[in-house]
């Protein structure tokens, strides 16, 4: 060991003795300080006295040179893993990051750290092997030991080590560790040592401790997760993370979104706006991980988690912490969405929560699931008073709203606050100063466009219906959603016909707004989906089928009643009269107001067909146009009111008889039984299907299909490679299907439609 530290076999007892009392003497020199003493040094031979008043001589040379193989050889060495040990390592780590940060400003270190292709490498494994360690640690005695807090330092800063000595640029070091040899373990053990963090910080929140305790742990696991973040951002190396077996094949991820999900403030530190701000950031922060991680182009990493029943219960596991996180901030206490002291931001996290339902509620592994949890936090959010829901849904000036910030660690503070402390089992004071935030800003119309978006996608999401793929789930969204009106609203004890009333209009308000966000926010298609569903829910709710399903919903609750029928009758006509006479209560109806739903909703919709009139007339009644009349609400609250009363302008609706209302909604809804999601228009399509002359097989070229997702996105919306393979996927099967029949491909099956697998 003392050859390879110092490279001669004359002096190997003195080069050791030389690099540990350098760690313990030099670390608590700030970058300005050490500098200042190799500058007035002579042949870089820095003269050190000691606590004890001893003198000693440190070549930085030799420093700079060996001190990594040092420090990994004092890690083999180690029969245990107590405070001391971890102090001499974090010691260590907080000398080598002033060196680098010193090597641009001086040449000798900077030919050594920075140009030598082999203490490079050395500074790469020995922070890898770093977090194999810190990984590994089991030690269970950290009620009131300093332990947790050296651990947590020690990974963020091992990991924050990475910029100084490699690169500062994400995406260079994005490119180095995927280079690596070793990156798989790299990612394993970070993500791990992490994990042990956050378990840290979960016993500490349960825990006695003090406030400043735990701003500290919490500010270095943020830190840690921060730094990972960042890595996912870089597609390279989400990319390649994607094809982790233990992360993702087997829920590594997972497992550590899981256990930050899990963390809850206790009522000890309720009002302290550093500890919430801090949790919730930490929550937004893994969130946006498993954002980027859907975002992976190679791999699906949802059909990865997907493999074993281990890692889909797992899975579902954090998609209903994330559920539960939005049903808390937005049905529960709306108040959480943001703190109340600016010096704290929060983060993104109901945004990103919201980001997360859409992607789970399109894709075939979770839509269920998510039909299952989440309807119940959509028809809350649409049983809101409508003011309010105007003010929190249609709107561009929030009352509230969420403040994200990037955090800047500073590695040699944040280890000299911890060392400092060592004489203590607690830190009294830590960071006499919070830590510093870079504010990022958005601005508000764009942040409050961007939830209303998420809300009209998911529901678009949970109401698409494609035969082909998933006959089975027709109209299980509509069902769940008229299951969960029928339940009483804690939020709004009104009646039955109130409630009704709040729901559509806030519903039909929505739509309005949704219409006003496109193309910058939603696509046609989506904002159509919410028409058709709005629709057909005013449809049902009129009419016998809605009383039918009702009974069916009793029945396999075990005859639960229904709020929605209290005070009913039998006889639906009666029912219908009792909902129009407590509407009228409420609302001055007028004609032209009545047929608002027709002119501003109905006649948009160019793409349909009339169906048999007859076969819904006897699915649905004749009465299917009555539940319209609650439509006359005020939306003067809403950003999109202009483009209703355009809408309604242009409509001619005077004219119109109320059977041909009925007729349309009707053909409306059969409609949708048929409809499919189209991702690519007429010349798109055309596009692609001259490039498959040329290249049949395009589907088995990642390369290829790459390139022309993107060259089609010149020509219309944009398609993702995911998409378009998906799409070439389904051609080809209903190429193969119509050959097998014996028939030629109709023009209707040469459309692109959204297969979720």
């Given at each position: 060991?003392?050859?390879?530290?110092?490279?001669?076999?004359?002096?190997?007892?003195?080069?050791?003795i030389d690099?540990?009392?350098?760690?313990?003497?030099?670390h608590?020199?700030?970058s300005?300080?050490l500098?200042?003493?190799?500058r007035?040094?002579?042949?870089?031979?820095?003269?050190?006295?000691?606590e004890?008043?001893?003198s000693?001589?440190?070549d930085?040379?030799n420093l700079?040179?060996?001190?990594?193989?040092?420090?990994?050889?004092?890690?083999?060495?180690?029969?245990?893993?107590?405070e001391?040990s971890f102090q001499?390592?974090?010691?260590?780590?907080?000398l080598?990051h002033?060196?680098?940060?010193l090597?641009?400003?001086h040449?000798?270190?900077?030919?050594?750290?920075?140009?030598?292709?082999?203490?490079?490498?050395?500074?790469?494994?020995l922070?890898?092997?770093?977090l194999?360690?810190l990984s590994?640690?089991?030690?269970?005695h950290h009620?009131?030991?300093?332990?947790?807090?050296?651990?947590s330092?020690?990974?963020?800063?091992s990991?924050y080590?990475?910029t100084?000595?490699?690169?500062?640029?994400?995406?260079?070091?994005?490119?180095?560790l995927?280079?690596?040899?070793?990156?798989?373990?790299?990612?394993d053990?970070a993500f791990a040592?992490?994990?042990?963090?956050i378990?840290?910080l979960?016993i500490?929140l349960?825990?006695q401790?003090?406030?400043?305790?735990?701003?500290?742990?919490?500010?270095?696991?943020?830190?840690s997760?921060?730094?990972?973040?960042?890595?996912?951002?870089q597609?390279l190396?989400?990319?390649?993370l994607?094809k982790?077996?233990?992360l993702?094949g087997k829920g590594?991820?997972?497992?550590?979104?899981?256990?930050?999900?899990?963390?809850e403030?206790?009522?000890?530190?309720?009002?302290?706006?550093?500890?919430?701000?801090a949790i919730?950031?930490?929550?937004s922060k893994?969130l946006?991980?498993?954002?980027?991680?859907?975002?992976?182009?190679?791999?699906?990493?949802l059909?990865?988690?997907?493999?074993t029943?281990?890692?889909?219960d797992?899975?579902?596991?954090?998609a209903l912490?994330v559920?539960?996180?939005?049903?808390?901030?937005?049905?529960?206490?709306?108040?959480?969405?943001?703190?109340?002291?600016k010096?704290?931001?929060?983060g993104?996290?109901?945004?990103?929560?919201?980001?997360?339902?859409?992607?789970?509620?399109?894709?075939?592994n979770?839509?269920?699931?998510i039909?299952?949890?989440?309807?119940?936090?959509?028809?809350?959010i649409?049983?809101?008073?409508?003011?309010?829901?105007?003010?929190?849904?249609?709107?561009?000036?929030?009352?509230?709203?969420?403040?994200?910030a990037?955090?800047?660690?500073?590695?040699f503070?944040?280890?000299?606050?911890?060392?400092?402390?060592?004489?203590?089992s607690?830190?009294?004071n830590?960071?006499?100063?919070g830590?510093?935030?870079?504010?990022?800003?958005?601005p508000?119309a764009?942040?409050?466009h961007?939830?209303?978006?998420l809300?009209?996608?998911?529901?678009a999401?949970?109401?698409c219906?494609?035969?082909?793929?998933?006959?089975?789930?027709?109209?299980?969204?509509?069902?769940k959603?008229?299951?969960?009106?029928?339940?009483?609203?804690?939020?709004?004890?009104?009646?039955?016909?109130?409630?009704?009333?709040?729901?559509?209009?806030?519903?039909?308000?929505?739509?309005?707004?949704?219409?006003?966000?496109?193309?910058?926010?939603?696509?046609?298609?989506?904002?159509?989906?919410?028409?058709?569903?709005?629709?057909?829910?005013?449809?049902?709710?009129?009419?016998a089928?809605?009383?039918?399903?009702?009974q069916?919903?009793?029945?396999?609750a075990?005859?639960c009643?229904?709020p929605l029928?209290?005070?009913?009758?039998?006889d639906?006509?009666n029912?219908?009269?009792?909902l129009?006479?407590?509407?009228?209560?409420?609302?001055?109806?007028?004609?032209?107001?009545?047929?608002?739903?027709?002119s501003?909703?109905?006649?948009?919709?160019?793409?349909?067909?009339?169906?048999?009139?007859?076969?819904?007339?006897s699915?649905?009644?004749?009465?299917?146009g009555?539940?319209?009349?609650?439509q006359?609400?005020?939306?003067?609250?809403?950003?999109?009111?202009?483009?209703?009363e355009?809408?309604?302008k242009e409509s001619?609706?005077?004219?119109v008889?109320?059977?041909?209302?009925?007729?349309?909604?009707q053909?409306e809804?059969k409609?949708?039984?048929k409809?499919k999601?189209?991702?690519m228009?007429?010349?798109q399509?055309a596009?692609?299907?001259?490039?498959?002359?040329d290249?049949p097989d395009?589907?088995?070229?990642?390369?290829?299909?790459?390139?022309?997702?993107?060259?089609?996105?010149?020509?219309?919306?944009?398609?993702?490679t995911?998409?378009l393979?998906n799409?070439?996927n389904?051609r080809?099967?209903r190429?193969?299907?119509a050959?097998?029949?014996?028939?030629?491909?109709?023009?209707?099956?040469?459309?692109?439609?959204?297969?979720l697998?």
């Open positions: 060991m003392s050859d390879a530290m110092a490279g001669s076999s004359s002096r190997p007892q003195r080069q050791a690099l540990i009392s350098a760690v313990k003497e030099l608590r020199l700030s300005l300080e500098n200042k003493l190799i007035e040094s002579r042949n870089n031979i820095l003269h050190i006295v000691t004890t008043g001893s000693i001589q440190i930085v040379e700079a040179r060996y001190l990594p193989m040092h420090l990994m050889a004092r890690m083999m060495m180690l029969a245990e893993r107590d001391a001499y390592l974090l010691c260590g780590v907080r080598l002033s060196l680098c940060d090597a641009p400003r040449s000798i270190l900077e030919q050594i750290l920075l140009d030598d292709v082999k203490v490079s490498v050395q500074l790469l494994d922070i890898i092997f770093l194999i360690f590994n640690y089991r030690q269970e009620t009131s030991s300093p332990m947790p807090l050296l651990h330092a020690l990974v963020a800063c990991l080590l990475l100084g000595c490699i690169s500062s640029q994400w995406q260079e070091l994005a490119l180095v995927v280079s690596h040899s070793q990156v798989d373990v790299f990612m053990t040592a992490l994990r042990l963090d378990k840290f979960h500490k349960s825990g401790c003090t406030e400043g305790t735990l701003n500290y742990l919490s500010q270095q696991c943020e830190a997760l921060q730094f990972l973040q960042s890595l996912c951002q597609k190396f989400r990319e390649r994607v982790n077996k233990e993702c590594g991820v997972l497992l550590l979104a899981r256990a930050i999900l899990n963390l403030v206790t009522p000890l530190f309720k009002e302290s706006f550093s500890v919430v701000a919730s950031r930490l929550k893994i946006s991980i498993l954002l980027h991680l859907c975002e992976a182009e190679s791999i699906s990493f059909d990865e988690v997907a493999r029943p281990q890692s889909m797992l899975a579902k596991s954090v912490e559920l539960e996180l939005l049903k808390t901030m937005i049905v529960r206490d709306p108040k959480q969405l943001a703190c109340s002291d010096n704290y931001p929060t993104l996290l109901q945004l990103n929560a919201m980001r997360l339902a859409d992607i789970f509620s399109d894709d075939s979770f839509r269920s699931y039909m299952i949890y989440y309807t119940e936090v959509l028809t809350a649409f049983a809101l008073p409508h003011q309010e829901f105007l003010s929190n849904w249609c709107s561009s000036d929030l009352p509230t709203r969420e403040e994200d990037t955090l800047e660690y500073d590695l503070a944040a280890a000299g606050c911890v060392l400092d402390s060592s004489s203590s607690d830190l009294p830590v960071m006499n100063s830590p510093n935030f870079i504010p990022i800003n958005i508000w764009s942040y409050a961007q939830r209303s978006s809300l009209v996608k998911i529901i999401n949970l109401h219906f494609v035969p082909e793929i998933c006959k089975e789930e027709k109209d299980v969204f509509l069902d959603f008229l299951e969960c009106l029928q339940r009483e609203q804690p939020i709004s004890p009104a009646s039955d016909a109130e409630k009704a009333v709040t729901v559509s209009s806030n519903l039909c308000s929505l739509l309005s707004h949704a219409e006003s966000l496109t193309p910058s926010f939603l696509n046609k298609e989506d904002v159509h989906l919410l028409r058709v569903f709005f629709m057909q829910l005013e449809s049902l709710i009129t009419s089928e809605f009383e039918n399903r009702v069916e919903n009793q029945k396999s075990g005859g009643s229904s029928l209290d005070n009913i009758g039998p639906h006509t029912r219908i009269g009792n129009k006479e407590g509407m009228s209560e409420k609302f001055d109806f007028q004609e032209e107001d009545q047929l608002y739903v027709k501003s909703c109905i006649d948009q919709t160019g793409d349909m067909m009339l169906q048999d009139k007859e076969e819904d007339k699915k649905y009644g004749t009465e299917a009555g539940f319209r009349e609650i006359n609400v005020e939306t003067s609250g809403s950003d999109s009111s202009s483009t209703r355009k809408n309604s001619g609706i005077g004219g008889l109320e059977d041909e209302k009925v007729e349309d909604v053909c809804e409609q949708q039984r409809r999601r189209t991702i228009n007429d010349e399509i596009v692609i299907e001259r490039a498959l002359l290249e395009m589907q088995r070229n990642f390369t290829s299909v790459q390139s022309w997702a993107d060259k089609l996105s010149l020509h219309g919306s944009e398609v993702t995911s998409q393979k799409w070439l389904n080809k099967a190429l193969t299907r050959a097998k029949d014996g028939r030629a491909p109709s023009v209707g099956d040469n459309r692109d439609v959204i297969i697998i």
